[in-house]
């Protein structure tokens, strides 16, 4: 079975300053997706980035930016520029492709907050 | 695209009444649907799975005669929480995959129904 580990309950960051939240998964899978969504004050679940386990390129989304080290099982996020608007729980998860039925397994969560 | 809505987002109802809850895909097709529970600062826990037109598959713990789960369609999946008590008071998320490519392969989700129990 798949687990996603998430060590960092906490986080915080200055306005405008760089975080890296960290996560590490274990499957003996060699194709797989792994998410990072963000769950603000509203609880809306938003999809943040999406990593192909068979693509080498750290995917990035304008100021996320992932660090997929396939070998190692770690999946980071960096979050440059912080805003405000950043400040969320925000979700690890890993998924097996085409496994229909098979939901997202997710971490335990880092709450980020941004200080003004 | 891939949006997904809930409704109501909130409800308030009294012990011993039903709760249904929808979920729905707006602008693609869910083969699969997930309904998942959150409490406070927690990560989100699993209750079932369901395919259109056929019977969910509930995670253990969950009691499916309390949580009743409908796929009626390929865009449309409900909860209904019966004979609710203060206990089931929670946050409920559904959540949709696609039927092919990225949708198949990621999960979107609903904005959430806060449910209270009186």
């Known amino acids: 079975a798949q687990t996603v580990t998430q060590s960092q309950p906490e986080m915080s960051v200055q306005e405008a300053e760089t975080v890296t939240l960290s996560c590490t998964y274990d499957?003996?899978?060699?194709?797989?997706?792994l998410f990072w969504y963000k769950q603000p004050p509203s609880r809306q679940m938003i999809l943040v980035i999406r990593q192909e386990a068979y693509k080498q390129q750290n995917a990035t989304e304008n100021r996320f930016s992932v660090n997929f080290q396939k070998a190692a099982k770690s999946f980071s996020l960096k979050i440059s520029d912080s805003q405000l608007g950043d400040t969320a729980m925000y979700f690890c998860?890993?998924?097996?492709?085409?496994?229909?039925?098979?939901?997202?397994?997710f971490g335990k969560g880092t709450r980020l907050s941004v200080i003004a | 695209g891939a949006v997904v809505s809930q409704h109501p987002s909130w409800v308030i109802c009294k012990s011993g009444t039903s709760v249904k809850i929808e979920c729905r895909s707006l602008d693609f097709q869910a083969t699969t649907m997930f309904w998942y529970r959150q409490f406070p600062k927690q990560s989100l826990m699993l209750m079932a799975t369901s395919n259109e037109g056929s019977k969910a598959t509930y995670e253990q713990g969950v009691e499916k005669d309390k949580f009743l789960i409908n796929h009626a369609s390929l865009t449309l999946s409900t909860l209904t929480v019966t004979s609710a008590h203060p206990e089931d008071s929670s946050f409920y998320i559904c959540?949709?995959?696609?039927?092919?490519?990225?949708?198949?392969?990621?999960?979107?989700f609903g904005p959430g129904t806060r449910l209270t129990v009186l």
């Open positions: 959540s949709a995959r696609g039927q092919g490519g990225v949708l198949l392969d990621t999960q979107y």
């Open positions: 998860a890993f998924m097996k492709p085409n496994s229909g039925n098979t939901p997202l397994v």
């Open positions: 499957t003996s899978e060699n194709n797989y997706y």
